[in-house]
């Protein structure tokens, strides 16, 4: 009769407990405050997938110490399938840059369920800036040393970080200048104050449109399809360089496997819709596709990438 009972409960936890769930609303805790990348990826694949579920996808903003407490909050879920986390390059950049005290561990605290979407930087001048090219750059930087200066949304910022891949790929020497958010960083270049800003597509492209910025390169491997007579910096003169902000859904480690894979499988066709890849398309992102054991690889690859970074930088959290 125990054996019965063992085998029942191993079968309503798998497939069965796949097929009924969800029951209830999911969370999706977004660890940054409204409007910024993860934020309006969540948003579009949160309202898709309360139409694929049947049941509300509500977004949950945990913004504070860079990400840091909403992913905390996450971490310490129950692991139902009910709480689910939107991270990004910042999750795997913040263990470099933050002591987090045992609070979490950036992989081994989650389970992963997909990838979202990617998108690149920008590198972007001032127009008033004598170059025309990523090749004017390199020239002018390496004829000027610390003279350049170049604009952050703030210390560990993925602007900062994309800055400090450059200078170390390209052994220049530029300088940074940190801003409290994208927004006041973009602006003072406009203005002229600092000549260039590794900025995201949908902060940079409408003052590139306008004429108030240049852009000379994007940091993705191809090129953009929004700028599409913009070189990807890697082409132009830094080979090898790549910087791309990404998005994605994880959930706390020990989420029933069965849930999280109907999860992926929910995602990977909230991906295909042309709605979604529009929005995606509008912001000049692109769908990204793993299973969730590749996602977990490309999580890992990231945190060494950016752990060089961070350490060769000498990059600090404020």
């Not at 049941?55 to 129950?78: C, F, K, M, S």
């Not at 994309?162 to 203005?191: C, N, Q, S």
């Not at 819709?273 to 054991?293: C, H, I, T, W, Y």
């Amino acid at each position: 009769m125990r054996l019965l009972l063992l085998l029942f409960a191993a079968f309503a936890t798998g497939p069965v407990a796949s097929q009924e769930y969800p029951t209830k609303p999911i969370r999706m805790i977004i660890p940054f405050p409204p409007g910024g990348g993860s934020d309006v990826a969540g948003r579009v694949v949160a309202a898709a997938l309360t139409e694929r579920l049947g049941r509300q996808v509500i977004v949950d903003n945990r913004p504070g110490a860079g990400g840091i407490i909403g992913t905390e909050l996450a971490a310490n879920a129950p692991k139902d399938g009910y709480t689910l986390l939107m991270v990004s390059l910042a999750h795997t950049v913040t263990p470099w840059l933050h002591d987090l005290k045992g609070r979490y561990d950036t992989i081994k605290s989650f389970a992963p369920v997909a990838p979202i979407a990617a998108s690149p930087v920008v590198l972007v001048v001032n127009p008033a800036t004598p170059v025309q090219s990523v090749a004017e750059l390199l020239a002018l930087a390496k004829k000027q040393p610390g003279k350049l200066q170049y604009a952050s949304a703030g210390i560990g910022s993925v602007t900062h970080l994309a800055g400090e891949l450059f200078k170390h790929t390209a052994k220049v020497d530029i300088l940074h200048v940190p801003f409290k958010g994208a927004g006041p960083a973009t602006l003072d270049v406009v203005a002229g104050h600092t000549h260039l800003l590794f900025g995201g597509l949908l902060a940079t492209v409408p003052h590139v449109r306008s004429g108030r910025l240049r852009a000379l390169g994007v940091g993705s491997i191809k090129r953009n399809r929004i700028l599409p007579d913009v070189p990807a910096i890697a082409e132009a003169g830094v080979p090898g360089y790549e910087t791309v902000n990404w998005f994605g859904l994880v959930a706390p480690a020990g989420t029933p496997v069965a849930i999280v894979d109907r999860l992926y499988r929910e995602v990977t066709t909230v991906q295909s819709l042309p709605e979604v890849q529009k929005q995606f398309d509008n912001d000049g992102a692109a769908v990204l596709s793993m299973r969730p054991a590749e996602f977990q690889s490309y999580m890992i690859a990231d945190m060494n990438k950016w752990e060089r970074v961070v350490k060769e930088g000498g990059i600090r959290a404020q």
